[in-house]
C-alpha cells in the first residue's frame, strides 16, 4: 500500500498467543490481531511451525478455525537487498496502514535492514489466505528467513481521508 507516496504495510490479519496483547493492539493500534495458539518445534537450522486461530471473529461462520502448519530450514544467508528486488519490496517497509472511522492511519516504524537468509519450505498446509477471502496461487510460496531485529514505532497518524484531506 503506498499513500501520499510512503510504502507501507496493510496486514489483514495478525495472529499473536496473548490475549491481553490482541485486545491492546485492537484498541490502540487498529489492526486486525486474533487471538491464536502456538506450536514451534526448533532444530538445528530447521523449524516445524503449527498455528490455530482461536478468535472467534478470525473464523468465517460453520468453518474449521483457519490454521497454518509448516516446516522448513534456513538457508545460505542472502546478501542485503537492492531497491528494486523484490525482496527490498517485501522487507524494508518502514510504515504499516490500518483504517479507523473511514481515515487511514500510518504508523511508522524504524528498524535495521533485515539480514535474509534463504528458507527452504518443506511442507505446508494452510487455511488462512482463504480465511482472508483470497484465493492461493498455484506456485510455490516464496519464503524467506530473518534473525531478530529491534524495531522502534511511532502512534498512528491520519495519512488520508475520504474528505479529501491527506492525499492517495
Known amino acids: 500500500m503506498r499513500v501520499n507516496d510512503v510504502p507501507g504495510v496493510w496486514f489483514f490479519s495478525l495472529d499473536a498467543a496473548s490475549r491481553p496483547a490482541v485486545e ?3 484498541r490502540f493500534w487498529h489492526l486486525n490481531y486474533l487471538v491464536a495458539r502456538f506450536d514451534i518445534e526448533r532444530g538445528h537450522e530447521s523449524w516445524r511451525y503449527r ?3 482461536t478468535d472467534a471473529r478470525g473464523c468465517r461462520d460453520g468453518a474449521p478455525p483457519p490454521m497454518l502448519a509448516c ?3 534456513r538457508g545460505r544467508r542472502l546478501p542485503p537487498t537492492e531497491p528494486d528486488s523484490l525482496e527490498h519490496f517485501l522487507t524494508e517497509r518502514y510504515a504499516l496502514y490500518t483504517v479507523r472511522s473511514g ?4 504508523g511508522r516504524v524504524a528498524h535495521v535492514q533485515w539480514p535474509l537468509h534463504e528458507a527452504n519450505v518443506d511442507s505446508i498446509d494452510e487455511t488462512l489466505i482463504a480465511a482472508a477471502g483470497l484465493e492461493r496461487g498455484p506456485e510455490a510460496p516464496l519464503a ?8 522502534e514505532g511511532w502512534g498512528l497518524e491520519r495519512a488520508w481521508t475520504t474528505g479529501g484531506k491527506g492525499g492517495r
Not at 481515515?103 to 500510518?106: F, I
Open 24 to 26: 491492546l493492539a485492537r
Open 51 to 53: 498455528m490455530t486461530r
Open 71 to 73: 516446516a522448513w530450514s
Open 103 to 106: 481515515t487511514v492511519l500510518r
Open 144 to 151: 524467506m528467513a530473518a534473525a531478530p531485529i529491534d524495531v
